[in-house]
């Protein structure tokens, strides 16, 4: 028979060929890609990318249910990146009313960062297992009764106890948010809409920013700004109890087939078996894209009222450009990477954000600032509009609730300090601003740490996998698990359509 495709050589094996094998791929615009026919053979082949569609023509290919899981999937990820930004914006706000260090404030930030990989895995493996709907539910609303009882710590310890289990339960969200919003997507505007959704975390920084901006910059208003973001939480998780399950669980359980403890364990000792090495790659790449992420943002507005001396007003109007930015960024990248490919727009993005880091430092003033603060944003946030959709396609196909979620979260854990790491260099250093005032070192310390940071993005997204069009398949954890019997009329079913292909063969 003759062949109607581009034959590839197949995937390599091991850590080293693997990587080798990426990187010459990067410089071919076509994607190597494994298929499986009916009969459950495989083969290599490459593939053209997608034409470069218009985005309202993918906006289009949504259906009015495929727009509501999106949008209850985007709106439970920016009332958690509210709750989260509500404190890193108002780190001196709330120095002066615990009367402590803004790195004191800012261990805050690491515990919740250390601790969002453990909810990660405990809502994730329950979103998986028993759908997106509940856990979620139960996830969001804790997630704002934690935001509550952080207004009423009366103490720095209690203070720092609540927001570890705020991290706990925040860690919970992303997952589930991104498995709900992008499975029920048509794979030609995942990237598009991967960028919109990895952009409510920006949104989510410009709503608290705004927040801010309206309580004005009195010190016990930093309440008010997270009386708000519990009111978003508890809304998240009010929303989603109106809208049904996935359809993935809702034909799994139509199915009828009981899917035991020992299925599910089965099913998770048999991924890992498989699939540690790209587990671990994921959680390398998202701990350098965290890095990424809190380096360069969850200090600008301490850098634009320390180093840079503006008011608060100023300081607040200067971040929400920024972000703004970073919202403009990750929608566009997201959709240039279903052409571009997911590893090229990465690479990118954190180039050209590299290049933009000396003016992104040296303006003095805050429209110099809002400009490029916007710019440097773009593309930061550009890189991360890729990320939703990429984990999503190396996920395993019944994890991808639990695969980006953990692997996210991990990489949080691991760049957990790094808000930390950046305010004591700061106050340990001094330098003299564009006033002539001697100054704490936050322009410097962003600019050589980010550098840092940009430099191991591109080689690790060198040297990764790509799955760029994956569809979705599969079911709940367990459910993919075959005994013995269902092998055996697998197998027959197999034989069976071989004959029949055989059959029409010798008759042709």
């Known amino acids: 028979m003759a062949m109607n495709y581009e034959p590839a050589d197949p995937l390599a094996k091991g850590i080293i060929p693997t990587a080798k094998q990426s990187f010459n791929d990067l410089f071919k615009w076509k994607q190597r890609v494994v298929v499986t026919n009916e009969l459950g053979e495989t083969h290599t082949e490459w593939r053209a ?12 290919q949504l259906s009015a249910k495929d727009w509501l899981y999106f949008f209850v999937g985007w709106f439970a990820w920016t009332a958690d990146a509210f709750d989260f930004h509500a404190l890193s914006i108002q780190t001196v706000k709330l120095s002066k009313y615990y009367d402590t260090s803004k790195t004191s404030i800012t261990t805050a930030i690491t515990l919740t960062l250390l601790l969002r990989s453990v909810g990660a895995a405990i809502f994730g493996l329950l979103g998986d297992r028993y759908g997106r709907k509940w856990p979620m539910v139960a996830n969001l609303i804790i997630l704002g009764g934690l935001q509550v009882g952080t207004i009423y710590a009366a103490t720095f310890q209690e203070f720092l106890a609540v927001r570890s289990l705020f991290g706990l339960f925040m860690g919970g969200v992303y997952g589930n948010a991104v498995a709900m919003a992008l499975e029920n997507c048509p794979i030609e505007a995942r990237g598009f809409m991967s960028g919109v959704l990895q952009q409510g975390y920006s949104f989510g920084y410009v709503l608290a920013a705004i927040t801010n901006l309206g309580v004005g910059g009195e010190v016990e208003t930093w309440k008010i700004v997270f009386w708000v973001g519990a009111a978003l939480s508890f809304a998240a998780g009010l ?41 671990i790659y994921c959680i390398i790449l998202m701990s350098w894209f965290n890095y990424y992420s809190h380096t360069s943002q969850d200090s600008y507005t301490t850098f634009c009222l320390v180093e840079k001396e503006l008011p608060n007003g100023g300081a607040t109007r200067a971040s929400i450009l920024m972000k703004t930015g970073a919202i403009v960024g990750g ?24 290049l933009i880091i000396p003016a992104w430092i040296l303006p003095e003033g805050e429209r110099a600032l809002s400009v490029t603060g916007f710019f440097i944003q773009f593309f930061v946030q550009g890189a991360w509009g890729v990320i939703p959709i990429h984990l999503s396609e190396l996920a395993p196909s019944a994890y991808r609730s639990t695969f980006p979620g953990i692997t996210y979260q991990l990489g949080n854990a691991i760049s957990s300090p790094s808000a930390q790491i950046v305010n004591a260099l700061s106050e340990s250093h001094y330098i003299r601003n564009g006033a002539g005032h001697i100054v704490e070192a936050y322009g410097p310390v962003m600019a050589i740490a980010t550098a840092i940071i940009v430099t191991g993005i591109i080689i690790t997204a060198a040297f990764g996998p790509e799955k760029r069009g994956r569809t979705f398949e599969g ?4 459910a993919n698990i075959h ?20 059959e029409k063969e010798s008759r042709a």
């Open 239 to 279: 929303l989603r109890c109106l809208f049904p399950e996935s359809s993935q669980f809702r034909e799994a359980k139509a199915s009828g087939k009981h899917i035991t403890a020992s299925d599910f364990w089965a099913e998770t000792k048999e991924m890992l078996a498989n699939e540690w090495r790209v587990s």
């Open 331 to 354: 929608t566009i990248m997201g959709w240039l990477s279903q052409w571009l490919g997911r590893r090229r727009t990465i690479i990118i993005a954190a180039f050209f954000s590299g």
């Open 49 to 60: 990318p997608p034409p470069l569609q218009n985005p309202i023509t993918l906006l289009k």
């Open 483 to 502: 005994n013995d019997s269902e092998k055996a009329i697998d197998a027959a079913s197999i034989d069976e359509k071989v004959s029949t292909v055989e």
């Open 475 to 478: 079911g709940p954890i367990g």
